[in-house]
């Protein structure tokens, strides 16, 4: 093709032709350099085809080779060794502190009698009337001390478990001398039969309404309503009766 090529352009040349004969040589040369370009890119395409074949082959009796060595065939009959977590957790053994209201407490008596603990204490206790002999006694343990003084009308009894001697109670009376002058002016029928009464009450509730006050929840045993009592914790710790503790 390049040697047709070369003799249809030497007819061309000449007097009264397209070309002369430096034209020509450029125009050879043109042609050339062009098949030189399009010759390198197949020059370089089979040779990176047959480096790319080589190195697939290599790789294939490499790997045929490694197959027919190991009998697996590739699989490894040791066991994976299990992973042991060696962590220990800690167990939480704290208790979870009460958080319970105080005052939603209530406790529930059945008798307003003295049982024969508290028998033995009212009997020091209307001797030496020592206060101590009260510290631990719980709110209704008091409420019954009261009750039964008063169904024995022992009446100085009465006036050492009331509360006094502190400025945030009232307590009308100096001394038991003024409490016993208005007590000898007579107490009223529906007083002692209240006294009396009261033994037959099956049903008390103790509500606690903060650390230093309860009632105590009753029917009025004449008149059958709804009674509170309260009693409050002195500056000592010790339960007594507010005067006029009935609401």
Known sequence: MKKRLKQEIDGMIGEGKLFDENQKNRIFR???????????????SLVAMGITMAVASIFV?????????????????TPEKPMINDETKEVDNTEEPDTSDESSKVETYDSVALPDHLY?????????HDDGLLVGLKPFDIFRL???????????????????????????????EE??????KGISENEENYNQKIMTVTHFEVKVLSDEEVIVNY????????????????????????????Q
């Open 179 to 184: 409490y016993e002058a208005d007590i000898a």
């Open 219 to 246: 029917v009025d045993p004449i008149k059958e309503y709804p009674l509170s009592f309260r009693l409050v914790k002195n500056s000592k710790g010790i339960w007594k009766v507010p005067f006029m503790p009935i």
């Open 120 to 128: 033995k204490i009212y009997t020091q206790y209307s001797q030496t």
């Open 146 to 176: 009261y009750h039964h003084a008063r169904i024995q009308s022992d009446n100085r009894t009465v006036f050492e478990l009331y509360y006094k001697g502190e400025e945030h109670q009232f307590f009308p009376y100096e001394s038991f």
């Open 61 to 77: 009796v490499l790997l045929l080779s490694q197959i027919s060595l190991d009998p697996n065939n590739g699989s490894s009959s």
């Open 30 to 44: 043109k042609i050339q350099v062009q098949n030189t370009v399009s010759t390198k890119p197949k020059r370089f």
